[in-house]
């Protein structure tokens, strides 16, 4: 049975969604601070982790996650939406994030698509291209044998242009590949991945080593780098 720790507070917002998860027929296990999910994740499928709770903020229950070694996909609720930014930004280690209030069918495609993921990444090979090698398996990712430290979104990013170097991956692409769950994302989202993305692989737009801007088309990772 696929079991989902659920860390939320509000328990207007966990009882329903406790009962929701479970008619889908997930093992649900619902805890109410930071602490408590934390220790629940060892075990879980994945994490459902509202962002504003008692004890340990939600960024710092993801990164004590991550701390653990653990690969379980995380789905973060945010009670506004300029938490988004801070939720994508701070590489906290969530994989997907949803606004309050949010429609439970939504919620659910969500979940769905980040326990899909999980299930096709398993037994997945590594893509290297130059420096840079994606390990689909472990979800991680590595410039000159050095890892990063990338988000859920810039990790299926860097996954589909690496999987496709010395191509075009055209806008349109990238945008059904990585942000299926969520067709309605501003295409806006893409170009501040690509950015933070070439951040943290060291390169330069201008000129570029990695990810070339294709204008009018899309990105291409360069595999002669
Ligand atoms: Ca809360």
Same mark, same amino acid.
């Given at each position: 049975m696929t079991r989902i720790v659920l860390v939320e507070d509000d328990p207007t917002i966990s009882e329903p969604l406790t009962r929701a998860l479970s008619r889908e027929g997930y093992d649900v296990e619902w805890h109410g601070s930071g602490a408590g999910g934390v220790d629940a *994740? $060892?075990? %879980? &499928?994945l994490v459902i982790l $509202? =962002? /504003?709770?008692? $004890?340990? $903020?939600g960024v710092d229950v993801a990164r004590r996650i991550r701390d653990k070694g653990l690969q379980v996909p995380i789905l973060m609720l945010t009670a506004? %939406? &300029?938490e988004v930014d801070l939720v994508v930004g =701070? &590489? *906290?280690? %969530?994989d997907d994030y949803v606004t309050k209030p949010f429609r439970l069918a939504e919620l659910l495609a969500r979940v769905r698509a980040l326990l899909r993921r999980r299930s096709s990444d398993e037994g997945a090979a590594d893509v290297s291209v130059g420096g840079v090698r994606v390990d689909v398996a472990a979800h991680r990712a590595f410039l000159d044998d050095k890892e990063i430290q990338l988000s859920g979104k810039e990790f299926d990013l860097l996954h589909v242009l690496v999987a496709n170097a010395g191509s075009v991956v055209s806008r349109d692409t990238l945008m059904h590949e990585v942000w299926a769950a969520d067709p /309605? *994302?501003?295409?806006?989202t893409l170009d501040m991945h690509v950015s933070w993305l070439r951040r943290k692989l060291g390169d330069? %737009?201008?000129?570029p080593r990695f990810i070339t801007t294709v204008r009018g088309m899309g990105f291409r990772f360069e595999n002669d780098n």
């Open positions: *994740a $060892d075990t %879980a &499928d $509202d =962002l /504003g709770l008692p $004890d340990i $903020d506004r %939406a &300029d =701070l &590489d *906290a280690g %969530a /309605g *994302a501003p295409s806006k330069d %737009a201008t000129n």
